[in-house]
């Protein structure tokens, strides 16, 4: 770097000019920023927008990545509940439909019946029957008055409903009788892999986050602590990070997962509480350093208390290791949860996590189906080698030494 160019940039900007010189954590930080768009708008995006990608299509479970079929969609017999934008992104949007597979349909006067999909070739499909308007509207009450060329009966969302049965019929083929796809395949309860992926993503990256920020607020609080005051505080620090290190990290969060119990936000605490210590020793060796320097014996001259000297003067120069630390924490937070899923302590069922979708479907891995277990597997490592390529760049980027 030309030094008449760093003389003119900040140092913020001369350490982002060095990251982006390197490919490997660009890369990764293309990566990451993508999962948390996919996280964002993951209901906007994924195939199955219902709560926490749950619709479950028994007749068609364990089907291999690329399956297509038909399906039928009946209107569920409850009234519509209309959300916006950001509450569709947040929460997802309850089913309206049932979905149907089928390998064959056929009109009559008033219904329609399909032969239902069936994964087995040697089973003989068996067929079932729909009345028209149960499968275009809600219905309130069984369908009356009926003609030989239109019903009448009384909908949920629409009231009083006469409507000719041609065109029912049409409006039925045109946009209820559809075809699926499943990209990545089903699971064991016919659930859309694709869709668990995506919705799963916001579990890993909303324990990386909030983990991680509680780790850097009990870590970077203990630390300065005692590596600014010293003495008997700072022996009492020592003491604290010393038992808690010496405590197996799985082992920890198991036990804090316990007396918490389990769930959502219990994850997120019990991670947090565990990942500190780093960051405590860094910030308390960073404070005995910085607290003999030049700039904060003048603080202290001029009369600032200890509180204002911590924040204002010494914290912005701990900042660079504690940056580097969060990424590798990141990642930890990550794997740690993954393996609470898995064991069944972490999130549950029906919430989708990369952990416990591996739990569910690790047994497959033996069969023909080992791809339900592997592609989440595939997801945890790339989003956690992500989070250290891009914790190795910012330590070189960071670096005052490098060049």
């Known amino acids: 770097m030309n030094i008449n160019d760093s003389k003119a940039l900040s140092p913020s900007e001369i350490a982002w000019k060095k990251f982006r010189r390197n490919p490997m954590g660009m890369a990764a930080l293309y990566f990451v920023s993508l999962i948390i768009l996919v996280a964002m708008f993951g209901y906007l995006i994924s195939p199955d927008e219902t709560p926490f990608a749950n619709r479950q299509i028994l007749e068609i479970t364990t089907q291999k990545p690329g399956f297509k079929v038909s399906m039928l969609k009946v209107r569920n ?5 209309n959300k916006n934008l950001l509450q569709k992104m947040l929460f997802g949007e309850r089913d309206q439909f049932s979905y149907h597979p089928l390998s064959e349909f056929r009109f009559t006067a ?31 009450e069984t369908p009356a008055n009926s003609t030989n060329e239109t019903i009448f009966f009384s909908d949920l969302n629409s009231g009083e409903v006469e409507i000719n049965k041609s065109e029912l019929k049409t409006l039925i083929e045109k946009k209820h009788l559809i075809t699926m796809r499943f990209w990545l395949g089903t699971d064991q309860f016919g659930r859309d892999l694709l869709s668990r992926l995506l919705i799963g993503a916001r579990i890993s990256l909303s324990v990386g986050f909030i983990s991680v920020f509680i780790s850097l607020f009990v870590g970077i609080l203990i630390g300065s602590i005692g590596g600014y005051f010293g003495g008997k505080t700072d022996d009492l620090v020592m003491w604290l990070i010393n038992v808690v290190w010496s405590i197996p990290t799985l082992l920890l969060v198991i036990a ?14 019990a991670v947090g509480l565990t990942m500190w210590v780093e960051v405590a020793r860094v910030v308390r060796g960073q404070m005995m350093s910085l607290r003999e320097k ?10 600032y208390n200890d509180l204002r000297i911590i924040v204002k003067h010494l914290l912005p120069n701990v900042m660079s290791p504690v940056i580097v ?23 549950q069922p029906p919430v989708p996590s990369w952990g416990s979708m591996i739990k569910e479907n690790y047994a497959f891995i033996i069969l023909d189906s080992a791809y339900l277990a592997i592609m989440p597997g595939i997801a945890i490592m790339l989003l956690v080698l992500s989070f250290m390529l891009i914790g190795n760049a910012l330590r070189d980027a960071l670096d005052v030494r490098g060049n």
């Open 110 to 140: 008033d219904s329609i019946y399909i032969k239902v999909f069936d994964s087995e070739p040697e089973v003989s499909p068996y067929e079932t029957g729909f009345h028209l308007a149960d499968v275009g509207f809600a219905i309130a």
């Open 294 to 303: 030049e700039f904060a014996e003048a603080a202290k001259v001029l009369g």
């Open 256 to 269: 804090i997962t316990f007396a918490l119990g389990k769930g959502f936000w219990q994850v997120f605490i």
């Open 77 to 81: 017999n409850n009234a519509s509940v």
């Open 325 to 347: 630390i969060s990424a590798a924490n990141f990642a930890s937070a990550i794997l740690i949860e993954a393996g609470l899923s898995f064991l069944g302590l972490g999130v």
